[in-house]
């Protein structure tokens, strides 16, 4: 492979300087472009491939700072450099921490300048290189706290740092276990709001009376009890991110408020009637189905459209089986430093059965499973069927108040778990634990095909 000529931009506004430099680049063997302005040097970086910008920074009325601030939003790979007036310390300073791979003072020797292009060519093929490998390694092993190499959760990876970077709400779906609050921390820590409050609530572990009261704040005398002004959450997140978890529990009538701010900006505390405009994002979740809820009579619609703007979904962990070995890791290293154990092995029977599991309560069941068999040291509690971990394959489940259809639920769960075995009978049985034959009788008798 020939070596590739960088190409430098130099863009200076004295015709005598930007001749002398552009000189000295040009036999050294490199491409030169000369600009006089911001302006002109923007003009050069649109129309071609630049790899250098050595910049002055007095340029008329603009300066080489607003030149650094473009190029290191538009091609942050370009290497950057500085020339500062002699003894304007804090230009180059200021030049540094705006992003500019050097600076050099003015008057400069040639040799100065050589070495000072070297440095940012260095700079710029390292950041190169760095892109290249993570292209070739193709994958990202964590986001934040969420662990996965699959290729779904590279995809929810991507997903979510391209959704952090705006203010606009993000519904989080998926079943219980699948690592929707980790997805909703992960929003937070990788958005401009991350320094900002994250404060989370679960909507269906507050009592609906005082529910509005928690969400919105109350007035001193709002309501028995009431002594004092009371903040609400979401003047709490104020400037950073309200977690709504289990949005799907909000009762209807706070669901017109939720509705309310996310359309107005504005919530109105009990027992005022000032709306107050607060600046939080909200992230929600649930592992209901929305959809439903909305056709039942159950959810809004308007608000389930408000909130599904940007839709996510947390894989299930038999989607992406191959990341057990790592997630068993990770989990067997936690638990062992938190009681100060030696990490056991497992042995390979014992992370094929893990492998091969269901996992009805997602990533958190396994790593319940784990923290037992590090404790006991015991590989059957890694795979023991035995009541198959009830309380957590069921702790995403809440019993709605009003009551259920019981024969509808167990209809929802037969087409459901054959809607995600793709009409494999046998995996949809061994979804619902059953056996075959009683899961054969169950479609029979529900007229399933
Ligand atoms: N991808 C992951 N990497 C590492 N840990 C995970 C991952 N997903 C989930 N976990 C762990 O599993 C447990 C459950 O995660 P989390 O509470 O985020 O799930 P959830 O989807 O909110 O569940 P639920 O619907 O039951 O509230 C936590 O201990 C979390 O740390
Ligand atoms: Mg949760």
Known sequence: MTKHTPHILVVEDDLQQREVIAHILTSEGFEVIAADSVEQAIVELKSQPIDLVFSDWKLGS???????????????????????????????????????????????????????????????QL????????????????????????????????????????????LILGESGTGKELAARALHKLSPRAEQPFIAINCGAIPATLAEAELFGAMKGAYTGADRDKQGKF????????????VGELPLELQTRLLRFLQEGTVTPLGSHQEVSVDVRVLAATHRNLEEMVTNGQFREDLYYRL?????????????REDIPLLAKFFIQKSSNRYHRDPPAISKAGLKQLMEHSWPGNVRELANRIERFVLLEDETELVSQRSDNQSSSFSGFTFP?????????EKYLLTEALARSQGNRTAAAKLLNMNYKAFLYRLEKFGIC
């Not at 760095?130 to 964590?142: D, I, M, P, S, V």
């Not at 991110?241 to 289990?246: T, V, Y």
Request: overall charge negative; aromatic content about 6%.
């Open 127 to 170: 950041r190169e290189q760095n892109r290249q490998l993570q292209g070739a390694l193709g994958e990202q092993q964590q986001l934040v706290d969420l662990i996965g190499q699959a290729p779904c959760m590279q995809t929810l990876f991507t997903r979510l740092e391209k959704m952090s970077a705006t203010d606009a709400t993000v």
């Open 235 to 246: 003047q709490a997140a104020s400037g950073g991110s309200l977690f709504l978890d289990e």
């Open 401 to 409: 108040a009003q009551g259920l259809d019981f024969d509808q639920l």
């Open 308 to 320: 599904n703007i940007l839709p996510v979904t947390m894989p299930p962990l038999r989607e992406r």
């Open 62 to 124: 603009l300066s080489g700072i607003d030149l650094l601030r473009y190029v290191k939003k538009q091609s942050p790979h370009i290497g950057f450099a500085m020339a500062t007036a002699y003894g304007t310390i804090e230009h180059a300073v200021k030049a540094i921490e705006a992003g500019a791979d050097d600076y050099l003072s003015k008057p400069f020797s040639r040799q100065a300048l050589l070495l000072c292009i070297d440095k940012i060519d260095r700079a710029r």
